[in-house]
């Protein structure tokens, strides 16, 4: 070649193609996406072993579990008690206080018992009544006459026997000192007598947690 100057030796420039930055870009954050992903697999794969999956199930069964409605649930009516009319009471004196039998009667005639018997506590009784009284009946007084008699004497001792009729001792003890005042009585009866809610069956039951096996 002709010319002023001449390209000897190896100092020839050699063409190189520029560089694709969007290539690189690119690569980078596909490589970022990848390791997330995989330590995202390796959490999974932890809480599978632990037993993650458990705390999952638990949610899931919460969430299926109806929930409480507002519909009032009905109530249980109480039992009937008998009227104080339709209670035959034989009134006993177990105390050494001469005439508290005949008192405690009249006091029972004027808030409507029928009374029978009043005298003397047997000898098994005697003096041997520590409490306010003792109430003694057939068994079938203990839902019936022995509830409504405890609401004018609370704290009596209920005993049970043999007998066939449907009238009741009260035998009265060392710490009897009056009935229960009238307010307090129908308070007591009231309360017997008041119808109790059911029991709500809306309840979820806990689901057991699932075991692995292997």
Same mark, same amino acid.
């Given at each position: 070649?002709?010319?002023?100057?001449?390209?000897?030796?190896?100092?020839?420039?050699?063409?190189?193609?520029?560089?694709?930055?969007?290539?690189?870009?690119?690569?980078?954050?596909?490589?970022?996406?990848?390791?997330?992903?995989?330590?995202? &697999?390796?959490?999974?794969?932890?809480?599978?072993?632990?037993?993650?999956?458990?705390?999952?199930?638990?949610?899931?069964?919460?969430?299926?579990?109806?929930?409480?409605?507002?519909?009032?649930?009905?109530?249980?009516?109480?039992?009937?008690?008998?009227?104080?009319?339709?209670?035959?009471?034989?009134?006993?004196?177990?105390?050494?206080?001469?005439?508290?039998?005949?008192?405690?009667?009249?006091?029972?005639?004027?808030?409507?018992?029928?009374?029978?018997?009043? &005298?003397?506590?047997?000898?098994?009784?005697?003096?041997?009544?520590?409490?306010?009284?003792?109430?003694?009946?057939?068994?079938?007084?203990?839902?019936?006459?022995?509830?409504?008699?405890?609401?004018?004497?609370?704290?009596?001792?209920?005993?049970?026997?043999?007998?066939?009729?449907?009238?009741?001792?009260?035998?009265?003890?060392?710490?009897?000192?009056?009935?229960?005042?009238?307010?307090?009585?129908?308070?007591?009866?009231?309360?017997?007598?008041?119808?109790?809610?059911?029991?709500?069956?809306?309840?979820?039951?806990?689901?057991?947690?699932?075991?692995?096996?292997?």
């Amino acid at each position: 070649m002709g010319g002023k100057y001449r390209i000897t030796g190896n100092t020839y420039p050699r063409m190189r193609r520029p560089r694709n930055r969007r290539r690189i870009v690119l690569a980078g954050v596909s490589a970022v996406v990848a390791l997330g992903l995989a330590g995202w &697999g390796t959490l999974q794969l932890i809480d599978v072993f632990t037993g993650g999956d458990q705390s999952a199930s638990a949610a899931g069964h919460q969430r299926d579990c109806p929930k409480p409605t507002s519909t009032p649930t009905p109530a249980v009516p109480a039992k009937a008690l008998p009227k104080p009319a339709a209670i035959k009471v034989n009134v006993y004196n177990a105390t050494t206080t001469t005439g508290l039998a005949k008192t405690a009667a009249d006091e029972l005639k004027k808030r409507g018992f029928t009374v029978g018997e009043v &005298g003397n506590a047997p000898e098994a009784y005697d003096k041997k009544v520590p409490g306010p009284g003792v109430l003694l009946g057939a068994p079938t007084a203990v839902d019936g006459s022995f509830a409504v008699l405890g609401t004018q004497l609370p704290g009596t001792v209920q005993k049970t026997d043999t007998r066939k009729t449907a009238e009741v001792d009260l035998i009265l003890g060392a710490k009897f000192k009056a009935f229960s005042t009238p307010a307090e009585a129908t308070a007591a009866m009231t309360a017997l007598t008041k119808p109790s809610p059911a029991p709500s069956s809306t309840a979820c039951a806990p689901t057991p947690p699932k075991t692995k096996n292997g």
